[in-house]
Nanobody, 119 residues
Framework: QVQLVESGGGLVQPGGSLRLSCAASGSIVSIDTMGWNRQAPGKARELVAWMSSDSNTNYVDSVKGRFTISRDNAKNTVYLQMNSLKPEDTAVYHC?????????????WGQGTQVTVSS
């Protein structure tokens, strides 16, 4: 069984910063892509940022230049550094990963962490 556990969400003022973390644990053979999605109230879930196992990255246009994704493969952990936060960044942020276990490949999600940007 594989679990993804996020941390680092919270309340921050506009212009502030937060760092999200997501650690994968369990019967992991290898991890391919890791990343973050978000879902705001009344809106569809959207991709925020992804990083492949060979460090290629992809960002949604609205966060380019403000958010940075990184990962520590030794710790099976992905991070999202969020700077210059805006009220429209308010959402539940979910970690996602494609993971190979002894039973095959699978797509796994974390439970989500709330990010609220408000004065």
């Amino acid at each position: 069984q594989v679990q993804l556990v996020e941390s680092g969400g919270g309340l921050v003022q506009p212009g502030g910063s937060l760092r999200l973390s997501c650690a994968a644990s369990g019967s992991i053979v290898s991890i391919d892509t890791m990343g973050w999605n978000r879902q705001a109230p009344g809106k569809a879930r959207e991709l925020v940022a992804w990083m492949s196992s060979d460090s290629n990255t992809n960002y949604v246009d609205s966060v380019k230049g403000r958010f940075t994704i990184s990962r520590d493969n030794a710790k099976n952990t992905v991070y999202l550094q969020m700077n210059s936060l805006k009220p429209e960044d308010t959402a539940v942020y979910h970690c996602h990963a494609y993971i190979r276990t002894g039973q095959g490949n699978g797509s796994y999600w974390g439970q989500g962490t709330q990010v609220t940007v408000s004065s």
